[in-house]
């Protein structure tokens, strides 16, 4: 009884170490057409990198169609003492369809959102910053969408 006590915490853990295990499990896909294709669409060729580094080939003429629109919304949060933006909320939306001949296997939704500091004093690395912002938002939503992919089954 005293072993199993003095060793029960060795088996218990936090689960630390499976952090970004879900790359573990492949996409059920080999070829993919994606739509609209836009090549010089930096989210584009993030969600390319991403499929290609699944083993996905990207295809005109695919079986699977993978069809998706983003945009990006800016809200005010606060004002400051002369009525200037100080603070903005960023959402990024993803939206988007998957099909295999022409039957809908997923049509979800994924986002992201960030708040962002503004300070007038210095633009320019605030505009840095926001961009730093929207690639962030950016990751997180391809990490949200390759776990949603995970999910299709093609049988």
């Not at 630390?16 to 059920?28: E, I, M, S, V």
């Not at 294709?37 to 990207?58: C, G, T, W, Y």
């Not at 949060?77 to 039957?103: F, M, P, Q, S």
């Amino acid at each position: 009884l005293i072993m199993l006590l003095l060793g029960a915490p060795l088996l218990t853990g936090c689960g630390f170490h499976l952090r970004g295990a879900y790359n573990a499990a492949p996409l059920q896909m080999n070829v993919l057409e994606i739509s609209p294709f836009s090549p010089e669409d930096r989210f584009q060729q993030k969600l390319v990198q991403l499929l290609n580094a699944h083993e996905v080939k990207i295809q005109k003429g695919a079986k699977c169609l993978f069809e998706y629109h983003t945009f990006q919304e800016t809200s005010p949060v606060a004002y400051g003492r002369n009525g200037e933006l100080v603070r903005e909320k960023i959402k990024l939306t993803l939206v988007y369809t998957l099909k295999k001949d022409g039957n809908i296997l997923l049509e979800r939704e994924v986002w992201a959102e960030r708040h962002h500091h503004l300070n007038m004093n210095y633009e320019l690395a605030t505009a840095q910053e926001r961009d730093m912002i929207v690639k962030d938002m950016q990751a997180d939503v391809l990490k949200q969408l390759m776990l949603q992919l995970r999910t299709v089954s093609f049988s």
